[in-house]
């Protein structure tokens, strides 16, 4: 499983740990990842992803997980994700 987040696409990087004697050596920064099941209205079921915690903080800004997902670019999703975008924007257009 990669250390990747599932909606914004935010994953590990790089950079320097500096001593007080200000020695650098390379580390990783890794996002806050959080096994979550969100709850999509449109499809009236649950979904479970690995989301970050700066993710689970713009899904409640934007109002849900359909408005978040329908106003994501389709490049930052995951595989997952992105079949859940097409199935919301499927069963919008079946409804209008």
């Known amino acids: 499983m990669s250390r990747r987040c599932d909606l914004t696409g935010k994953g590990p990087q790089t950079g320097h740990k500096v001593s007080h004697s200000?020695?650098?050596t390379k580390r990783r920064f890794l996002p806050n990842l959080c096994n979550v099941t969100l709850i999509?209205?449109?499809l009236g079921r649950s979904v479970r992803m690995r989301v970050s915690a700066n993710a689970?903080?713009?899904i409640d800004a934007r109002g849900g997980l359909d408005a978040f997902l329908l106003k994501q670019r389709d490049t930052d999703l995951s595989d997952h994700a992105l079949g859940i975008k097409r199935e919301i924007v499927k069963k919008a257009a079946a409804t209008a």
Request: charged content about 35%; proline content about 0%; glycine content about 0%.
């Open 40 to 42: 999509s209205d449109a």
């Open 56 to 58: 689970l903080r713009s």
């Open 22 to 24: 200000n020695i650098k």
